[in-house]
């Protein structure tokens, strides 16, 4: 069947990013997926200023025509309410079979070879046979996210998850109301509201209830559900499980990890797609030196902050009364929203992640 230089096995976002990355840096690169696009996942369709960042690393720049600019975030619940805003970064809705379709564009643009509907039977640390056939290559790349063939293969492990929730996300044909993302809190589960174009809104769904649907549980957030009332959703409400959990190794001998099958993040951060892209341009710096040692150092450092968000996220979705108070905090004292958003999206300016452990207690000591 031949050779190439870098092997990835998963063609969703992470994977995908990642040949791009590794193909801008000269590799040879073949992605592979039993699935056909356009690949979809539920998920909040936001993408923050890191990922609209590193897109542009990649050489693909979101604009107001593929996708629709939103200008921050909104934290509420039924007593309070606080917003922050990005300043001068940008950040995008955009749907996912849209953004999977443009990295697909973009990868077969710079000479990616991809194989879909191409199945990967047997593994080893030369290669790998695909449908029938053995690929050689110097790097192999696990993509395939929370539940990795290659990590498992690669005896790299998993923690055990810090929490399973649930997320269901669907489509309403409506105007947005709003030029940011609304994250709506009630008890032990959140509502986001992401506008994703001129004409049309996403509505996502994270709660520890697995029976809890969108229908239902608008009557948690009325104040969304009054936008929605008599209107027709756009698409069928699609469900995943989300949960934070990360590998007990990203890397060994010539195989590394990337996406979800690496690190996930609670949903309720909305750093997933951020992450990946950013892991992917420092594994594909990794692959171009023949070292995967300062890929295993920048995913300690990426993921460091993504991690601590999230726990803050679920102490706070875990505890009503903890929630009331330091959303009140933060509608008392929007400076203190701000720097935690400003945190959350990669502030420019450098920031330790014990900054953000700083900014909860000053919420709940306020």
Request: hydrophobic letters at 45%; charged letters at 20%; one cysteine or more.
């Amino acid at each position: 069947m031949g050779t190439t230089d870098v092997l990835v096995i998963g063609g969703g976002p992470a994977g995908l990013a990642t040949a791009i990355a590794a193909r801008l840096k000269g590799l040879r690169v073949v992605v592979v997926d039993s699935r056909i696009p356009p690949l979809d996942k539920p998920c909040g369709e936001g993408l923050l200023p890191e990922a609209v960042e590193s897109l542009s690393c990649l050489g693909i720049c979101l604009d107001s025509v593929c996708a629709l600019p939103f200008v921050g975030i909104r934290f509420s619940d039924e007593h309070s309410s606080s917003v922050a805003k990005f300043a001068s970064r940008t950040a995008f809705g955009m749907r996912r079979t849209a953004l999977h379709a443009t990295l697909v564009a973009r990868a077969a643009e710079l000479g990616v070879t991809l194989r879909w509907g191409a199945r990967v039977s047997d593994l080893s640390f030369c290669g790998a046979f695909i449908d029938g056939g053995f690929l050689r290559c110097s790097w192999i790349v696990g993509a395939d996210g929370q539940h990795s063939a290659v990590r498992e293969f690669a005896r790299l492990g998993g923690r055990r998850p810090h929490r399973f929730r649930f997320g269901f996300r669907r489509h309403y044909a409506v105007a947005p109301w709003s030029d940011i993302v609304e994250v709506h809190w009630a008890e032990k589960s959140q509502l986001i509201v992401t506008p994703i174009s001129p004409g049309e809104i996403c509505v996502t769904l994270f709660s520890s209830d697995s029976r809890l649907r969108i229908d239902r549980a608008l009557d948690r957030f009325p104040a969304v559900a009054e936008h929605l009332r008599n209107l027709t959703p756009t698409s069928t409400e699609t469900g995943a499980i989300t949960s934070l959990s990360r590998a007990r190794a990203v890397a060994r001998r010539n195989i590394a990890l990337v996406g979800d099958a690496s690190c996930t993040v609670d949903g309720i951060a909305g750093q997933g797609l951020s992450l990946a892209f950013r892991q992917a341009l420092a594994l594909a710096d990794a692959l171009a030196a023949g070292d995967l040692s300062a890929y295993v150092s920048a995913h300690r450092r990426l993921t460091r902050v993504p991690i601590r968000m999230s726990r803050l996220l679920l102490l706070m979705n875990a505890s009503v009364a903890l929630r009331s108070r330091i959303l009140r905090v933060f509608a008392r004292h929007p400076a203190l929203f701000s720097k935690m958003i400003s945190i959350h999206i990669g502030q420019p300016a450098p920031v330790e992640a014990r900054g953000l452990l700083g900014v909860g207690w000053r919420a709940l000591r306020t």
